[in-house]
């Protein structure tokens, strides 16, 4: 089992920048896909982007696509989500989440660990 801890969630006015950061503990932190989702007030928690154990593989969901970019940092045990171009339709809880297995799920279902959640909330 891995523990998820989010942070660096925010106001921020649209056109802005914010990096999240997920640090893991528990478990060998190579050992997990890494991805993010989001869920905005009365819709469902949404793929944002994704990340391989070995870091070679990354997928975005293409309302993200050029604007953010997902990273990981082995020394640290830290995921991150630089967001830029922020828009008011990214406003919503961000979540970071692990899985074990080789694929970069796109759904809830395939990851197993959760981190607590981070607000964004993007002004216009």
């Known amino acids: 089992q891995v523990q998820l801890v989010e942070s660096g969630g925010g106001l921020v006015q649209a056109g802005g920048s914010l990096r999240l950061s997920c640090a893991a503990s528990g478990r060998t932190f190579s050992s997990y896909t890494m991805g993010w989702f989001r869920q905005a007030p009365g819709k469902e928690r949404e793929f944002v982007a994704g990340?391989?154990?070995?870091?070679?593989?990354?997928e975005y969901a293409d309302s993200v696509k050029g604007r953010f970019s997902i990273s990981r940092n082995y020394a640290k045990n830290t995921v991150y989500l630089q967001m830029n171009s922020l828009k008011p339709e990214d406003t919503a809880v961000y979540y970071c989440?692990?899985?074990?297995?080789?694929?970069?799920?796109?759904?809830?279902?395939?990851?197993?660990?959760w981190g607590q959640g981070t607000q964004v909330t993007v002004s216009s």
């Open positions: 989440a692990a899985t074990e297995t080789m694929v970069i799920g796109t759904t809830t279902s395939q990851y197993r660990n």
């Open positions: 990340i391989s154990r070995s870091g070679g593989r990354i």
